[in-house]
């Protein structure tokens, strides 16, 4: 984490922390550290008491460091993570000051590089926070496209061609809820810092810590573990070698150490790219539908078989790509994390050598020794980022299910303004709504096998390209799986439609509960 606007965290390669920060950090460990215990303490004691677990340390920060929500953040495009603290003049370091306000704890406590772009993070916190409004706006569109359907305000130029048990026919159909859905996910993303929310006050550098008054800076910085301690989340927005840098490890276990209660997780910021490849590959899975001829909603096995055949080889193509796509930064994120396996503190990339010294001082502080401290990084703290790089957010499979169940609704508004029967009407919404869950649980299963089977079994680019494949083959084999048992139930198989519901609904409860979780 950057400490400060002023001060650069050493998480940057190309620059140190300034003299100041040193300095202020040089005056806790000397100042505000407890004494070396004597000698005839314990000594089968592990480590030493963090000095950020003491109450009396809350004084240092009250009035000094303080919290803004998360949403004010976002608001002007993310402008507070777009412009680094240098950049800012005496005037906007003022304003942004008067923003904040005393809390009594944070939310949330952001990690972060100034060395990363800021309109990548940016992005990140936007759909990561914001994702809740794009779905409710996705709705809504949704209902206004098929409001203007029935009242013939939109045109309807393409063909629905209907095979149902006994009931057969055309209809005319339309695309425009799927266009209206995908304007209003975006729009939903955009405005959604400025919509009524849950407050989540945070802590982030450039607004909590004073900015322009040295003196408070210097305290400011001096109560960052108080920070840590009351923190109820640290978010680490990683990027690349993250895990490399020494301040970075040791701000991770500090946290830890601080609040052994604290939930730690990981917002990858490659995560905006998962998700916009994902709506890219939805719309153009969707797309395919309609350059592949004629719609056909058909239950007679000769009916259409090459259109399908074409379908679902091009949809084949597609998730392949995705899948090598995913599993190539999942691997790159993976592999970031297990480097801690090997971690040494004497490798551990550091700007300034004094700025090492200050933090292998306040290590042995903490943790009793630099070896304890490099046993700790190795395990616990390797094994629960690993645990939480797997974290999955709802937003992912959701992104890819909703331009799905758009077409599956312009079905069934085609079919109700051409005046199908009602028993038509509700075979297909049930069976349209069973398989956008269904699609979604597929997406989810994508997400989860690149990052499960994201390192290759053997190495060259031959055994990654069939991995990818074979994880593609399966999805897509569950795809289809979804869409024949669709057409069985929609033909009134009840055993089919039971044995459908009761899979569909086991998978779903175990995807949420993970997703939840």
């Known amino acids: 984490m950057s400490c400060a606007m002023d001060f650069r965290s050493c998480c940057q390669k190309d620059m140190g922390p300034a003299v100041e920060t040193v300095e202020a950090l040089d005056t806790y460990i000397r100042e505000e550290l407890p004494a070396e215990p004597e000698e005839s303490e314990s000594p089968e004691m592990p480590r030493l008491a963090s000095p950020w677990s003491f ?20 608001r002007g495009r993310g402008y507070l993570w ?5 950049d800012m003049s005496t005037a906007e370091k003022i304003r942004l000051w008067n923003r904040t306000q005393d809390v009594k704890k944070f939310d949330v406590f952001f990690s972060h590089s ?11 916190l936007l759909i990561d926070s914001g994702f809740g409004y794009s779905f409710l706006f996705w709705i809504a569109a949704e209902l ?36 209206f859905g995908a304007l209003a996910q975006f729009i939903g993303l955009i405005l959604s810092p400025y919509l009524p929310s849950k407050r989540r ?15 408070l800076m210097h305290r400011g910085i001096l109560g960052l573990g108080d920070c840590l301690s009351l923190s109820t989340e640290l978010c680490i927005l990683w990027s690349p070698k993250v895990f490399t840098r020494l301040w970075c490890v040791f701000e991770l276990a500090a946290f830890r150490t601080a609040n052994p209660s604290g939930r730690l997780r990981l917002l990858p910021l490659y995560m905006t790219v998962e998700i916009g490849i994902t709506m890219i590959s939805a719309v153009l899975g969707s797309l395919l539908v309609w350059i592949s001829g004629p719609v056909m909603l058909s239950l007679e096995p000769t009916s259409g078989q090459g259109g399908e055949a074409v379908k679902l080889a091009g949809f084949l193509v597609l998730m392949w790509c995705f899948v090598s796509v995913l599993r ?17 503190l004497d490798n551990a990339e550091s700007r300034m050598e004094t700025d090492k010294e200050l933090i292998y001082e306040a290590i042995t502080r903490c943790y009793g020794s630099l070896e304890q401290f490099t046993e700790y990084v190795r395990n616990d703290l390797r094994k629960e980022l690993l645990e939480s790089s797997v974290w999955i957010p709802l937003s992912c499979p959701l992104s890819l299910a ?15 303004k051409g005046g199908a029967p009602v028993d038509i009407l509700g075979a297909v919404a049930a069976s349209s709504v069973a398989f956008s869950v269904w699609l979604g649980l597929c997406t989810y299963s994508v997400f989860y096998l690149t990052e499960v089977f994201g390192k290759p079994v053997r190495a060259g680019l031959l055994w990654a390209s069939l991995q990818s494949f074979l994880i593609s083959c399966l999805v897509v084999t569950l795809v289809a799986a979804g ?32 997703l939840w979780r």
Not at 145 to 173: K, N, R
Not at 329 to 344: A, P, V
Not at 402 to 416: D, I, T
Request: charged share 15%; proline share 5%.
């Open 55 to 74: 109450s009396h340390r809350c004084a240092v920060s009250e009035g000094i460091i303080r919290g803004i929500p998360l949403q004010a953040t976002l």
């Open 82 to 86: 777009r412009k680094p603290p240098c």
């Open 114 to 124: 100034w060395a990363t772009s800021g309109r990548l993070k940016y992005a990140a």
């Open 144 to 179: 206004l496209a098929a409001s203007l359907y029935l009242f013939d305000f939109l045109p309807m130029p393409h063909l629905l061609h209907v095979e149902i048990a006994q009931f057969s026919g055309d209809f005319p159909l339309g695309m425009w809820m799927m266009a």
């Open 201 to 215: 006050d945070c802590f982030v550098d450039f607004a909590s810590i004073n900015q322009f008054e040295p003196e």
């Open 328 to 344: 190539r930064i999942s691997l790159q994120k993976r592999s970031f994390i297990e480097q801690l396996d090997s971690f040494d």
């Open 402 to 416: 909703m331009p799905c169940a758009a077409l599956r609704a312009e079905y069934l508004v085609a079919l109700w």
């Open 483 to 514: 869409s024949v048992l669709e057409h069985t139930a929609r033909s009134g198989y009840q055993v089919a439609v039971v044995a459908w519901l009761c899979v569909l609904s086991i998978w779903l409860v175990l995807s949420l509960t993970r």
